[in-house]
Every structure is written in C-alpha cells, then in structure tokens.
T-cell receptor
Framework: NAGVMQNPRHLVRRRGQEARLRCSPMKGHSHVYWYRQLPEEGLKFMVYLQKENIIDESGMPKERFSAEFPKEGPSILRIQQVVRGDSAAYFC?????????FGQGTRLTVV | DQQVKQNSPSLSVQEGRISILNCDYTNSMFDYFLWYKKYPAEGPTFLISISSIKDKNEDGRFTVFLNKSAKHLSLHIVPSQPGDSAVYFCAPLTQGGSEKLVFGKGTKLTVNP
C-alpha cells in the first residue's frame, strides 16, 4: 500500500484554522475514499470520489467538511474552522475494480 | 448502514493455533471481498481477497472462505503468530465502482506466545 501517498503524516492546527489533507492515489486507480478513525473506534466512511465527481458523501459532516478529486493533482479533504473533536486519523484509499489500498494516514491534532 | 458486520470485536488465540475471523454481509451484489490488517497508528494493509465466483482463496498461512448463500466469509490464519496480533477488517467491493468500500467494525486479534 506504499503506492497511496498521504501528506502530511501529522498536522497540528489551532481551533478555528483550516486543515487540508492530501491523498495521491496509486497509479491506475480512479477512485478515492476517505475514512476517519477516532480513538478506540473503527474506520468510518466519509466520502467516495471519482475524478471530478463525488459519488457518495453520505459520511461527511454537513458543515465544515468538503472533499475534491480534481482532474489533475491529489484528492483533498478540507476541514474548515477545526474543532477539538476533529482530532483523528484520516485515511485515504484508492481502488480499481478488484483492489483497494490505503495510505498511511494523516493524524490531525487540534489544539 | 450495516452492510458489513464483524460480530466478534475481539479474539484471543494461542500461538500455533488457528485464528478464525468472521464477516457477514447483506448485499448480494458485491463482487470482491477484501481483508485488511491494521496495526495502531498505521494505515490498513491489504491481506487477501476473494472473488464472489470462488468459495476459497489461499495465500500462505491465510485462507479466506466465502459462503454466498449464507452471505458469510471467514479468514483463517494457521498457524497463528504473535505478529498477527492486529485489528482485521473485511470490506466488500463492487466491480462497477458504484458502491462505496464499506468496512466492518473490525476484530481485534491477539495471538499469545
């Protein structure tokens, strides 16, 4: 799964700031997923994207969170006006028709 | 959205014995079933998969069994090793790409030396 690149690995933000998490999928993969893992919890689905298209965002909080996967460049998960409760590990996965691999995650800490 | 259920949150086995992790699903349209292993503070690592047209896939110590009529799959690890201690997730995948990749809540496996 080293092919899926997430950066930064660690991100510290003060309350009210914006957090931008990046995910570059594996070569040949056209779909990207974002997941959040809170302490002591499993992987919670957030959003599923194809290039320039959001397929399923049913797991995204209604406010402050947005995601995009542009034609060129990485997928971005954007969290505006972060709060302490946004502190978590955010994982990105990319998939083809038969496989899906994960990045190492971005650990967001809101202070 | 409980399309995937892993009903055992934890499992403890002795080194050398067999570990059996179970997963139930509801959607009969899934084409592939993927198993992941996750260590703390790391991303999930792909372990093994099985196509819906098969009932068994084996890779070294890992074997996945699929019972489509029961909508049930299981991952067998034999012999279990202490390094296998991790959280295991199953995740079905739809080939058409229209369904999101959903995960069970995971089973925490502990292999005792």
């Amino acid at each position: 799964n080293a092919g899926v690149m997430q950066n930064p690995r660690h991100l510290v933000r003060r309350r009210g700031q914006e957090a931008r998490l990046r995910c570059s999928p594996m070569k040949g993969h056209s779909h990207v997923y974002w997941y959040r893992q809170l302490p002591e919890e499993g992987l919670k689905f957030m959003v599923y994207l194809q290039k320039e298209n959001i397929i399923d965002e049913s797991g995204m909080p209604k406010e402050r969170f947005s995601a995009e996967f542009p034609k060129e460049g990485p997928s971005i998960l954007r969290i505006q006006q972060v709060v302490r409760g946004d502190s978590a590990a955010y994982f990105c996965a990319s998939s083809s028709k038969t496989e899906a691999f994960f990045g190492q995650g971005t650990r967001l800490t809101v202070v | 959205d409980q399309q995937v259920k892993q009903n055992s949150p934890s499992l403890s086995v002795q080194e050398g014995r067999i570990s059996i992790l179970n997963c139930d699903y509801t959607n009969s349209m899934f084409d592939y079933f993927l198993w992941y292993k996750k260590y703390p503070a790391e991303g999930p690592t792909f372990l093994i998969s099985i196509s819906s047209i098969k009932d068994k896939n084996e890779d070294g110590r890992f074997t996945v069994f699929l019972n489509k009529s029961a909508k049930h799959l299981s991952l067998h690890i034999v012999p279990s090793q202490p390094g296998d201690s991790a959280v295991y997730f199953c995740a079905p995948l739809t080939q058409g790409g229209s369904e999101k990749l959903v995960f069970g809540k995971g089973t925490k496996l502990t292999v005792n030396p």
